[in-house]
């Protein structure tokens, strides 16, 4: 079975963790400090690494202070987890409707759901493109709210010539094997805003706070701490970290791989019936996580189906989030978002990861051809 996405592991990759293993640190070491400098670098600010990132997600909206009567508007195009985070800590979410090409937070929608209770907008990279950040950074400004990226899918991906990790005030990544890269589970928080970044890093440290000058009490011993907010063990051991700086020199050609992997599916699926191919917008320049297609006249499940059957992992990205019966059960109701609901309709995501083969990739584009009859 062709997978749709999996990790790249090379040598390097894996002599980076057999050192870690025969370090004198297996959790909280310096493989950590240099992974989250290695992160900076990327992302162009600093960063906290996490285990996951669905825990960064986590660790992003209680650093902005997001609880109980605050509500968080976002897109249903996304993974649970974007939206599930906030209504962990108490959140209300609300769902705006997404753009008809890129599949990404519509700003127009998003203005529309702005409340006085809004508190922070928070935008999905879909597929590696990034958000409509300008407009989308004049409405969080005008509610007084934080703009946080869910940038799983974008590590790599620049946006008006700066990195996505830059441009929100909270930016998080996930390091799961079918991302950009991988650290097996992993995740990072980055923030422009060194008060919020300083918050995520004390949540997931279990909300310990040692820094002397921040001591209710300051004379007790060097042992001493104080936990001044409930925080959770969200640290990313060293030996995961050892995989992510080896990964991230290798980031560069992973982008170059995903891009001439897309550049080829645009190239050979354009003449295709029924099928619509993905947009890049101006100004950004994408690392491809996904090639999401849209699968017309009502046969996108035949397509799944047929694809499944012939070997080649295909995947739906993804299912509107209100439909989970968490949501439902709140009284979110179908219909509420169409234009995502009409985009989940027809989304498939094509395989694609850095060590796909030409090969393998002419037999997806075959397969795909014979199905649609062309
Ligand atoms: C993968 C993903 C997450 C969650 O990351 P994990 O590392 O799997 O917890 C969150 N949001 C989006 C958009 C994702 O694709």
Redesign the pocket.
């Known amino acids: 079975m062709l997978p749709y996405g999996r990790q790249s592991i090379e040598p390097s990759d894996v002599a980076a963790v057999v050192a870690a293993l025969d370090s004198d640190w297996l959790t909280t070491g310096p493989r950590v400090t240099e992974f989250e400098a290695d992160l900076e670098r990327v992302a162009g600010a600093p960063c906290v690494t996490v285990t ?4 960064a ?1 986590h660790a992003a909206y209680a650093a902005a202070g997001i609880g109980a009567g605050d509500e968080v508007v976002t897109t249903p195009m ?2 649970v ?2 939206a599930s985070a906030a209504a962990m800590l108490g959140a209300t979410v609300v769902f705006a409707d997404v753009e008809e090409d890129t599949a990404n937070l519509d700003p127009a929608a998003a203005e529309a759901a702005v409340t006085g209770r809004t508190r922070a907008v928070a935008a ?1 990279d879909y597929a590696g493109v990034p958000a409509d950040y300008e407009r989308l950074r004049k409405i969080s400004d005008s509610a007084g709210a934080v703009l946080v990226a ?1 940038a ?2 974008a590590i790599g991906s620049v946006y008006r010539g700066r990195p996505v990790g830059s441009i929100a005030d909270l930016t ?1 990544f ?3 094997p079918t ?1 950009n890269l991988t650290t097996a ?3 990072a928080v980055a923030s422009i805003r060194p008060d919020l970044l300083e918050r995520a890093r004390t949540f997931r440290t279990v909300g310990m706070v040692k820094k002397p000058e921040l001591l209710r009490r300051r004379d007790e011993g060097r042992w001493f701490y104080e936990v001044h907010e409930f925080g959770l063990n969200y640290r990313l051991p060293d030996v995961l970290c050892a995989l992510g700086s080896a990964q991230l020199r290798r980031l560069a050609a992973f982008k170059a791989r995903r891009q001439q992997l897309a550049a080829r599916y645009d190239e050979l699926l354009a003449d295709v019936p029924g099928l619509r191919l993905p947009v890049t917008p101006d100004g950004v320049d994408p690392m491809r996580h996904l090639y999401p297609v849209r699968v017309l006249d009502g046969r996108r499940r035949e397509v799944y189906d047929r694809m499944q059957a012939a070997g080649i992992g295909v995947q739906v990205n993804y299912i509107p989030v209100y439909w989970h019966p968490v949501f439902a059960d709140l009284g979110y109701r179908r219909g509420m978002c169409p234009v995502a609901e009409a985009f989940y309709a027809e989304e498939l995501s094509l395989p694609l990861f850095v060590d796909l083969s030409d090969t393998d990739q002419d037999r997806v584009i075959d397969t795909l051809r014979g199905i649609l009859g062309s």
């Open positions: 996951n990132g669905t825990t997600l996304t993974f987890a974007t999905v869910d799983a899918h998080t996930s390091f799961f991302k589970e992993g995740g």
